[in-house]
């Protein structure tokens, strides 16, 4: 049995020594730390039992990659698991209640940074596969591991190791552990994940800053201007007004509406217990899951520009600058938004102004049938496992390894996730639910179990 006493502290314990490890692909500086985590999960395979290796990044200089695979079940289905070891910044880190990577076991939860998003759900994958050869000596199914170190700044050493590589990563589906629970106890597949488009708006206008009492009334304003594209963009009830922007959309169908309402919901909970705002916004005719699961959306995260600074000074600034993303819903195209977005953004540019949208990087939306064989052993597993019938849902996040996996190899994704809505990803008290993380083992084990019969 890979589910005992002794099994679940091991794996409590070496998930720790992972946690431990501050593996920030954001930051520079932590360049060593993300080599430790990429060599953990290395030594990890290895001892499971796979043939493994790291991949470094000779083109780009990305942090490397840990391929493993273990083939000795032939005629069998292979299975590619995917997982990232880096992690955000812990900022702000006062508003932790225990040190980010000095993981703390409270109650029934482990808090740490990456925890739930994703070394935690990464090691799930990991533990099921080394309890299975350990208790049986083989696997009922091939299996490959990918595992990287880029998710969150944009992947780009996988992106080119999996375009340029098929032969070597063939397999018939891949399973990730990146998603949440709909709710506690509740086993959920996710069978679809909005993409994005993520880019700057740039705004310039004088070739430099101006004094507002002399020149105000003449000069433009590249501030003025970027709310007037803005709102040109999208209106006060959350309509995105690009032309063609909605025209490639596939709406759900009857039955995935059905269900959707069938879920366990509460909507005055999820708006002031767990966003913590006073109401909720967007298109008014749109149910709230179609807004968050089945409807693209445009969004303005951050402005820079001028004087912000304590006390006053008058400047009419020459630039100014405004962090967008669109999220993208089957079957639109990152390509295709981006073009559309371009020119909403020139046709809206008000006078005095030279205005341009920038693409940072762009991943393309999933929907993966739940008809799927693969789809459905994963959801016979977990209702086996938790007790209690497996929902489908979708996400509004983006996962741009699932667009990789299907573009590039032609595989379906299947989305098991045992993280909560409440885990606090990329915020302070980051966290996993313990019986989670053991039961997702068992889940995942039984999960290769099925595919293999």
Known sequence: MIDTLESRAEALDRLKTFLRIPSISTLPEHKPDIRRAADFVL???????????????????????????????????????????????????????????????????????????????????????????????????????????????????????????????ACDAAIICDTEMFAPGLPTICVGLRGIVYGELCVEGANHDLHSGVYGGAA??????????????????????????????????????????????????????????????????????ERLWARPTLEVHGIRGGFTGEGAKTVIPARAVAKLSARLVADQR?????????????????????????????????????????????AGAMTEVFGRETVYIRSGGSIPIVGLFDSHLGIPSVMMGFGLPDDNLHAPNEKLHLPNFYRGIVAVARYLELLGE
């Open 220 to 289: 433009p304003n590249p501030i003025q201007a970027i709310a007037e594209i803005l709102t040109a963009l999208k209106d006060r009830d959350g309509r995105i007004r690009i032309r063609g922007f909605h025209a490639r959309i596939v709406p759900p169908g009857a039955e995935e509406r059905q269900a959707w309402a069938r879920l366990p919901f509460n909507e005055e909970e999820y708006t002031r217990g767990e966003m913590g705002a006073r109401e909720l916004t967007g298109e008014p005719d749109m149910p709230l899951f």
């Open 43 to 169: 030594g990890e395979l290895l001892e499971a039992g796979l043939t493994a290796r790291v991949i470094e990044d000779a083109e780009g200089g990305g942090n490397p990659l840990v391929y493993g695979e273990w083939l000795g079940a032939p005629g069998k289905p292979t299975v590619l698991c995917y997982g990232h070891y880096d992690v955000q910044p812990p900022d702000p880190l006062d508003e932790w209640k225990s040190p980010p990577f000095e993981p703390d076991v409270r109650g029934d939860d482990i808090f740490a940074r990456g925890s739930s998003d994703d070394k935690g759900q990464t090691y799930i994958l990991i533990r099921a596969v080394a309890g299975l050869l350990k208790t049986n000596g083989r696997l009922p199914v091939n299996v490959k591991f990918l595992v990287e170190g880029e998710e969150e700044t944009g992947g780009e050493h996988i992106e080119r190791y999996v375009a340029t590589r098929p032969p070597e990563l």
């Open 334 to 378: 990152p390509g295709e938004a981006v073009e559309q977005l371009q020119q909403a953004v020139a046709a809206a540019c008000p006078r005095g102004v030279t205005a341009e949208f920038r693409l940072i990087h762009g991943a393309a939306p999933s929907l993966v049938d739940p008809g799927n064989r693969f789809i459905r052993a994963a």
